[in-house]
């Protein structure tokens, strides 16, 4: 499968503990998103990278959480000193920046399994 | 106001009905938009983009006015396996991350 995969799919933890999430792209993709969604909500923007550089984050990724793309291939998000509110699944996609036929992609994005957060 | 933001149901209907949802947007300036489906429990696939006035994909037809900012999506002949939540998205900003709306629950029973 040449698809967006996402490792573990399922984190129980206890209050305070660190989980780390990670997240292979497809491998011609070059940008990489990470989204999180809750219960009846869409997904929400947390971050993005092109290549290896991180160039957005939102105003939702306090410093409690952390992401990396080191070769511009893989990317993990790391929630530090995890609280309750941060039960959620969180969705890595990825995307290339022109399409086939070379129309720029405008916001074809495809999604991982995602990974299922429960904070205790 | 959300820039991305959607009626969230549930739609329950019939087998063979026609079905529409809408999604109003707030940024003028978005070119292109998207329709992505979510199975329960499951990741959102892209389902249609819209870049212009509309596009047609079989049962389904989803449509823009820019007028009103909003995108519309009809599904015809509804089946069971259209049961889903439909999810409306927009690039927003740089870098094309895309914003989306909360959702339309869509059930179809026999």
């Known amino acids: 499968d040449t698809g967006v995969s996402q490792d573990p799919r399922h984190k129980i933890t206890k209050r305070g503990q660190n989980v780390t999430f990670r997240c292979d792209p497809i491998?011609?993709?070059?940008?990489l998103y990470w989204y999180r969604q809750t219960l009846g909500q869409g997904p929400e923007f947390l971050t993005y990278f092109q290549n290896e550089a991180q160039l957005e984050k939102s105003r939702l990724l306090s410093d409690r959480f952390s992401a990396e793309r080191p070769k511009g291939s893989f990317s993990t998000l790391e929630i530090q000193r995890t609280e309750q509110g941060d039960s959620a699944m969180y969705l890595c996609?990825?995307?290339?920046?022109?399409?086939?036929?070379?129309?720029?992609?405008?916001?074809?994005?495809?999604f991982g399994e995602g990974s299922r957060l429960t904070v205790l | 106001r959300k820039e991305v933001e959607q009626d969230p149901g549930p739609f329950n209907v019939p087998e063979g009905a026609t079905v529409a949802f809408n999604c109003t947007y707030s940024n003028s300036a978005s070119q292109s938009f998207f329709w992505y489906r979510q199975d329960c429990r499951k990741e959102p696939k892209l389902l249609m983009s819209?870049?212009?006035s509309g596009n047609e994909d079989g049962r389904f037809t989803a449509q823009l006015n820019r007028a009103s900012q909003y995108i519309s999506l009809l599904i015809r002949d509804s089946k069971l396996s259209d049961s889903a939540t439909y999810l409306c998205a927009s690039p927003s900003g740089g870098y094309n991350k895309l914003i989306f709306g909360a959702g339309t629950r869509l059930a179809v029973h026999p």
């Open positions: 491998s011609e993709h070059n940008r």
């Open positions: 996609a990825s995307s290339a920046e022109l399409l086939a036929g070379g129309r720029m992609n405008t916001g074809e994005l495809f």
């Open positions: 819209v870049y212009s």
